[in-house]
């Protein structure tokens, strides 16, 4: 408990305020997508699309980074699991806020009889905080993209 306050307490200003706000995201969009239909939600977090994409830079990658790892952590340390598809949409709404075009993405996989799905976010083609390995065995079913 001490490391975790101390991990905190070592993040900026900035970085407390995304903590928080993707904290309260998750939460937001957990209990969305329990009282609403999938695509309510979907539509909400593309609210902030633009109509332009823009090229890729090394401070778009480096904001990425910074969001990605702060959703996760948010996620990691939340009143109850939150599952990819949370993490996913509260991810693509933060990266969308801040002018980042992204991707949703959804995949299926069969495993002996049982369906798995995962949700992840893509960033010019390439998978955001996720290893390749690990979605390459999903069959995507489509995306859904947010512009500035």
Do not use: N
């Amino acid at each position: 408990m001490r490391r975790k306050l101390q991990s905190l307490l070592r993040l900026s200003h900035h970085e407390k305020w995304i903590l928080a706000q993707a904290w309260i995201l998750l939460l937001v969009i957990d209990l969305g997508l329990r009282l609403l239909p999938f695509s309510m939600i979907q539509q909400w977090t593309a609210r902030h699309r633009g109509s332009q994409h823009r090229p890729s830079t090394e401070e778009d990658i480096a904001i990425i980074h910074q969001v990605q790892r702060l959703v996760d952590i948010a996620a990691r340390h939340h009143l109850y699991p939150m599952s990819c598809l949370r993490r996913a949409l509260a991810l693509q709404w933060l990266l969308g806020r801040r002018g980042i075009t992204t991707e949703l993405r959804i995949g299926v996989r069969k495993e002996d009889d049982t369906l798995l799905a995962h949700a992840w976010v893509e960033y010019a083609g390439q998978p955001v905080g996720e290893p390749d390995s690990a979605i390459s065995t999903f069959a995507s079913l489509g995306t859904q993209a947010i512009h500035k």
